[in-house]
């Protein structure tokens, strides 16, 4: 990974409608030499190992890089009061290759293939089960530059294909239980223009369809018809940068969305930034909204429900980030989110009254529904101070008050929100190349039911780590996961992993 980006406030207009409370961006690094590898090898608790080993090289026209990895583990109990382990195993490939046609002109190309099974059980004891999937996704782009640089634009397609499949061995006449596949191919164009150099734009338009096909076998009914769903989704953006005198920018974007079952929806973002102090205090805001269309699966698989609504989201927040002593740095942050017809899965008991409960005359486990309105603020606080050049303390606090705003639930919590969260984290480097460090994490109680009488504990995790280069190419390096063997849930019943120590090299060449 070259770097990771964290984008905070509302993004629909350039990453999509749903994009309403941050984008993680990861850039993965290029090759910069004319060859050059990596390898990297694990293996620790739970009888885990890891490999994955990747080559590639560049000059001045082509950058390519293949990988190849591996995992397997034999896991823990997926339910949380099970003595059978449930374990999992994925081999992934990519590939990728940027071939600079001209000054101004290159070919992008990447793809991912990954292969992996994962054990489970049933949702109130040990169970045999497990399902395989593979997934493909593949891009290709074009790449142009116009007016010395000035006016970048870029055409692209890219392409998903996913495939699962779940199997009970203590069903004989028909083990497969589950089965589904998806489709995602989209078309896109984005340009980038700089008006001067304060001003700078960049506008889009995309086009993209979703098919899936899904359906349940059972032992009566050893083949079942193909549900099937399509969706389709052309959209266009625009967004304007402006920095308007030192120090102070502002951002302003239009969405427009137009869903072959929703209709159109036309989405505003706005954000500001200024920097004072010469950059020590930086204080920001925004301000945008979201829509999410039901998913294919939210709407005609067996636990469908072709009445949902799109969810709605308004979102901003305001912040500020202090340097000080050039040291330390402080922010903190407040934000709230308004959300309508947020989708949930909703579970039938049985017998129900619930019309949509049953289907055709048969009953089922549950489905989807709008829950009309829910409403989140929080604070976050985050710091990072470096003691000395070789110890660096970091530490962040949320607390997030996420409630319904509607119905027979209004003013409840929302489920499985904790409402307190904390992280502390110590890293220190000592003069002959060992780092270590520590890292603790609280997260507060939940709730696991609308009701809020169903009640999830607190728990506290304590990590650590260490690592050793032994020269320029090699490193070796251990970890210790939940340290003092913390008994935690996170979900109701659901099983979560003990202590865990692990170790492995890191070889670049």
């Not at 919590?413 to 890293?427: G, I, K, S, Y």
Request: with cysteine; glycine share 12%; proline share 2%.
């Amino acid at each position: 990974t070259a770097r990771i980006e964290v984008l905070r406030g509302a993004q629909s207009t350039l990453w999509g409608s749903q994009a309403i409370g941050g984008v993680i961006n990861i850039v993965t690094a290029e090759p910069t030499e004319a060859l050059q590898g990596s390898l990297d090898a694990e293996a620790g608790a739970r009888g885990t190992t890891y490999f994955r080993g990747g080559i590639g090289g560049a000059n001045d026209r082509l950058s390519w890089r293949l990988a190849a990895s591996r995992y397997d583990t034999d896991g823990f109990s997926a339910f949380a009061k099970g003595t059978e382990d449930d374990g999992y195993t994925n081999t992934g490939l990519s590939g990728r290759l940027n071939l600079k046609i001209t000054d101004a002109v290159s070919l992008d190309l990447r793809s991912v293939w990954s292969s992996g099974q994962n054990d489970f059980d049933a949702f109130n004891g040990d169970s045999r089960e497990y399902g395989k999937t593979k997934e493909l996704v593949g891009y290709a782009g074009l790449n142009f530059d116009l007016m010395d640089g000035r006016f970048r634009n870029r055409v692209g397609y890219a392409y998903t294909d996913t495939n699962r499949r779940n199997y009970n061995p203590a069903t004989l006449v028909q083990p497969m239980t589950f089965d589904a596949a998806g489709e995602n191919r989209r078309w896109e164009y984005q340009g980038t223009f700089a008006v001067t150099e304060a001003l700078n734009t960049t506008f889009g338009i995309e086009s993209e369809r979703s098919e899936m096909r899904t359906r349940s076998p059972s032992s009566f009914n050893l083949n079942p018809a193909f549900a099937r769903g399509q969706a389709d989704l052309d959209s266009a953006y625009a967004q304007v940068q402006w920095t308007v005198l030192d120090g102070l920018t502002l951002t302003g974007g239009l969405r427009y969305d137009d869903h072959a079952q929703y209709g159109d929806n036309l989405l505003g973002q706005v954000a500001a930034a200024w920097a004072l102090n010469d950059g020590e205090t930086v204080v920001r805001a925004s301000w945008g909204q979201g829509f999410r269309a039901p998913g294919l699966y939210e709407l005609y698989s067996e636990y469908g429900n072709l009445t949902l609504q799109p969810e709605e989201f308004d979102s901003w927040e305001v912040g500020v980030e202090q340097r000080l002593f050039d040291r330390a740095v402080v922010s903190a942050t407040y934000f709230n989110r308004q959300a309508d017809n947020e989708i949930r899965y909703n579970g039938c008991s049985t017998p129900s009254t619930d019309p949509l409960c049953t289907v055709n005359g048969v009953g089922r486990w549950g489905y989807y529904r709008n829950v009309q309105k829910t409403e989140a603020q929080g604070i976050e606080l985050i710091g990072r101070v470096d003691v000395t050049e070789r110890l660096n303390l970091s530490a962040n606090y949320t607390w997030t008050d996420a409630k319904s705003a509607s119905g027979a639930t209004d003013g409840k919590r929302l489920t499985r929100r904790p409402e307190h969260m904390a992280n502390v984290a110590a890293d220190y480097a000592f003069a002959f190349g060992l780092k270590t460090g520590v890292a603790v994490r609280y997260v507060g109680e939940t709730f696991n039911n609308d009701a809020n009488t169903v009640v999830v504990g607190e728990y506290t995790l304590v990590d650590l780590r260490a690592s050793y280069p032994i020269n320029d190419n090699l490193e070796v390096y251990g970890r210790v996961e939940n340290a003092f063997d913390e008994d935690y849930q996170t979900v109701l019943n659901y099983g979560t992993a003990g202590r865990g120590v692990f170790g492995g090299v890191r070889v670049r060449f």
